[in-house]
């Protein structure tokens, strides 16, 4: 009893874990069905970029690392004609305008169908789970994801700043000096100290934790909203992939592929914040996607020429609107209040700190020693800087379809939708390792 009942408000969401569950049994079958579809499955995306921050030699020879590539017969000529058109004008108008224009406002590095070195991937061939993935090389990755917590300035002197109003004006310069002031390095070697948090998910409301990283200046207590944010998204991105590991295991002796319960407890079960993280990002994802719902509803996803749909192209539509409508539901509310951040005097400052680091973020992801691990990682970055944007750059207007249509890449929608889908499926396996664990206490 207890074991699995998380109960109490999700920190800084006004929202309950009953909710997000009871909204996540027919949300989770309605994405699961949705990411399938053409548009949804197709992800163009360059695994083979360098790791731009130290040399990476750890790659994972086993062959569950492996990404199979999609059927390019399956890829609708429009989106190669979409990259076609958007080189042109990038060649004709400097950096180009169709994906530039709100580049300025991305958390992260965007992978799309107009990048020359990218290949298609079909998702639904090389689903996230065991891969074998571990050691140093994956260690190295997660602590330097977790040292871009470190924000270079200190909230001290950040209102120091203010106060004496010496903030950098340009953007850029704040992001140089970030970057300069101990933001990405070559991840140090020194032993992390997980604080594990005792049995029992009655304690998911107890907050977050920083268990790889200390915060950077007056302890946990004295960071602000935005840094939890920050620390809770990534803990939450990192609990999620490790719940689809335990979830889809492989027995290395029998072969066989099967939820293993041990895994479970050892890497989630005792971490409740962990488990709590994953919570946050379903519902900061919700959140997004119910603001962007009038501009995702109006979004082609069609795979055929205008007045050509097939009906894989209606059935999309149809499966998309039920997920608009079920995120955008009354029970979940705001969920997330966008509004509390990035609202106080530093609220420029932080902002582009916070844009940095996750940008930083999108960039580890070449130093991932494992193909599949590193698609996923990238997708899901990608849909979490998808989904901040949403929330904390474009306004109603910028969202309206009439005046954007082409707000948001191909990529980034389908990046999105397949990141609520990831997260959705690790609620789901919750459910049912809790399950599995409450027939072992009968056994017993
Ligand atoms: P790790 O998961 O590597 O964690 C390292 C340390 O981080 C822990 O000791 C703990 O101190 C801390 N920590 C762990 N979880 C959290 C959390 N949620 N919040 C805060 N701190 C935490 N492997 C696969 O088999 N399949 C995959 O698809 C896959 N994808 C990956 C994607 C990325 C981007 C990366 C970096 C790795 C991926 N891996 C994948 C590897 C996997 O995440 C683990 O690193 C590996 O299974 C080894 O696990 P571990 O138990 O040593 O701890």
Not at 344 to 354: S, T, Y
Not at 363 to 380: A, F, N, P, S, Y
Request: hydrophobic share 35%; aromatic share 10%; glycine share 8%.
């Amino acid at each position: 009893e207890g074991y699995c009942s998380p109960s109490g408000p999700i920190e800084s969401t006004h929202c309950l874990y009953e909710t997000v569950e009871s909204l996540n049994a027919q949300l989770f079958p309605a994405l699961h069905e949705l990411v399938t579809y053409p548009f949804f499955r197709h992800y163009k995306v360059d695994l083979y970029k360098e790791c731009p921050f130290w040399y990476e030699n750890g790659f994972c020879m086993n062959r569950n690392c492996g990404v199979e590539a999609a059927d390019e017969d399956e890829i609708p000529e429009k989106w190669r004609a979409a990259a076609l058109s958007a080189v042109k004008v990038s060649s004709a108008d400097g950096e180009g305008v169709s994906s530039c224009y709100f580049k300025e406002q991305d958390f992260c590095y965007v992978e799309d169908d107009a990048d020359q070195n990218g290949q298609y991937v079909d998702l639904t061939l090389n689903p996230e789970r065991f891969t074998g993935y571990a050691g140093d090389s994956a260690h190295n990755v997660w602590r330097a994801i977790y040292e871009e917590n470190c924000f270079g300035l200190s909230e001290a002197s950040l209102s120091e700043m203010s106060k004496a109003g010496t903030s950098p004006k340009s953007k850029g310069e704040i992001a140089s000096a970030v970057v300069g002031a101990g933001g990405i390095s070559k991840p140090s070697s020194t032993a992390s100290t997980p604080q594990d948090s005792g049995w029992g998910f009655s304690k998911l409301s107890e907050g977050w934790g920083t268990e790889m990283v200390k915060a950077p200046t007056g302890g946990e207590g004295g960071m602000c909203e935005e840094k939890k944010v920050y620390y809770r998204v990534i803990s939450g991105l990192h609990a999620s992939i490790s719940i689809h590991i335990c979830h889809e295991y492989l027995d290395q002796a029998t072969g066989e592929w099967s939820p293993n319960l041990e895994c479970f407890i050892s890497r989630l079960a005792t971490h409740p914040e962990r488990l709590s993280n994953v919570y946050f990002n379903a519902v900061l994802l919700l959140r997004a996607v119910a603001r962007a719902a009038p501009y995702l509803e109006a979004y082609d996803i069609s795979t055929s020429p205008v007045g050509m749909e097939k009906e894989s192209d209606v059935l999309t539509r149809k499966k998309f609107g039920e997920v608009l409508k079920l995120a955008g539901g009354e029970e979940m509310g705001k969920g997330f209040d966008e509004g509390d951040f990035f609202a106080g005097p530093d609220a420029v400052i932080l902002k582009e700190q916070f844009k940095t680091h996750f940008r930083n973020v999108s960039r580890i992801m070449d130093c991932v020693g494992c193909d599949k691990c590193r698609l996923w990682g990238k997708l899901q970055v990608s849909g979490i800087g998808t989904a901040l944007k949403i929330l904390f750059e474009l306004d109603d207007k910028a969202l309206d379809p009439k005046v954007n249509p082409d707000l948001l890449q191909r990529s980034e929608v389908v990046a999105l939708i397949n990141t609520l889908h990831r997260i959705s499926e690790s609620l789901a396996a919750v459910e049912e390792f809790r399950k599995i664990y409450a027939s072992t206490q009968i056994e017993e």
